[in-house]
């Protein structure tokens, strides 16, 4: 009896949480939060698969360097676009 009392309380404080004008604030929050998550996700992707797509491409005698510098500026900018679509 005590576990549902407790559900019950918690759920009803949550509902009067989101509903209030806070809680749309929370939820904004949150919307936000997940859509960076995806996008840090996506950079990360991103940077693994990239220099597969070097090699792939007989591209082995590039320096590993230059590799890098390639694959950072293709995946931040598509971090970046992601991002502004988190907005």
């Given at each position: 009896m005590k576990k549902l009392l407790i559900f019950i309380f918690t759920t009803a404080a949550s509902l009067v949480l989101l509903t209030s004008a806070d809680g749309q604030d929370?939820?904004?929050r949150i919307k936000r939060a997940a859509c960076e998550k995806a996008c840090e996700r996506l950079y990360e992707?991103?940077?693994g698969t990239s220099g597969k797509a070097l090699d792939r491409e007989n591209q082995e005698d590039i320096e590993s360097d230059a590799k890098d510098v390639v694959k950072e500026e293709t995946c931040q900018a598509s971090q970046e676009e992601c991002l502004k679509s988190c907005e």
């Open positions: 929370l939820g904004e992707k991103c940077m």
